[in-house]
């Protein structure tokens, strides 16, 4: 019994931290991306089960981005389009940035913005919608190998992946 309202104690302390993890969630309700927020269950209890892994996001950091490009190996086209538009290098920096950015606990008009002028870059340079999910699938499945814990965060995690596909596909 001892031990039941030890761990039920210290099980307290952890929600407790968690629920003073300051997150918002602002999109003008006029918007597609609002509605497509709610259809997905994107909400502030999602943002809280981010917010909880940014330490864990901040170690694996390296290793997130590195795969995300060593990934590309499967399709030298793609290593191609960087080179021609871009580098390696410069793009791990600003995917760096993006994937810091997913678990701040922050989603705003300046957040979805961001993510539509993304896609607008991305379209410029021909890059195609299956190798844009790929992309999002094998950095996915790293997160959930690399950070997550719990059953929450895998589910936070992908559904702020499904909200991010959804602005690139607009
Ligand atoms: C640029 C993220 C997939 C190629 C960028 C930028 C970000 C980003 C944040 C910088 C935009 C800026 O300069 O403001 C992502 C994310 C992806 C993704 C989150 C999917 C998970 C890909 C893929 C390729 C790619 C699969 C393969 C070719 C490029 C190139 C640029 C770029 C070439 C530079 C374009 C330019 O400066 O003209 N990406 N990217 N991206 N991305 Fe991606």
Request: net charge negative.
């Given at each position: 019994m001892a031990w039941f309202?030890?761990?039920?104690k210290s099980g307290d302390v952890a929600v407790l931290e968690r629920e003073e993890v300051k997150v918002s969630i602002s999109i003008d309700q006029d918007t597609d991306f609002y509605r497509q927020s709610k259809m997905i269950h994107l909400n502030e209890q999602t943002l809280r089960n981010l917010a909880s892994l940014q330490a864990n996001v901040e170690t694996h950091i390296d290793?997130?981005?590195?795969?995300?490009?060593?990934?590309m190996d499967h399709a030298p086209e793609?290593?191609?389009?960087?080179?021609?538009h871009s580098t390696i290098d410069r793009l791990k920096q600003?995917?760096?940035?993006?994937?810091?950015?997913m678990f701040e606990g922050t989603i705003d008009d300046a957040f979805i913005q961001k993510r539509?002028?993304?896609a607008h870059i991305h379209a410029?340079?021909?890059l195609q919608p299956k190798w844009y999910l790929a992309a999002y699938s094998a950095l996915q499945d790293k997160m959930f190998e690399r950070v997550?814990?719990?059953?929450?965060?895998?589910?936070?995690i992908a559904t702020m992946i499904s909200f991010e596909q959804q602005l690139v596909l607009e």
């Open positions: 309202n030890r761990s039920k290793e997130l981005v590195d795969s995300f490009y060593a990934s793609l290593l191609a389009m960087i080179e021609q600003t995917l760096h940035k993006h994937i810091i950015e539509v002028k993304i410029s340079i021909g997550a814990e719990t059953i929450d965060q895998c589910r936070a």
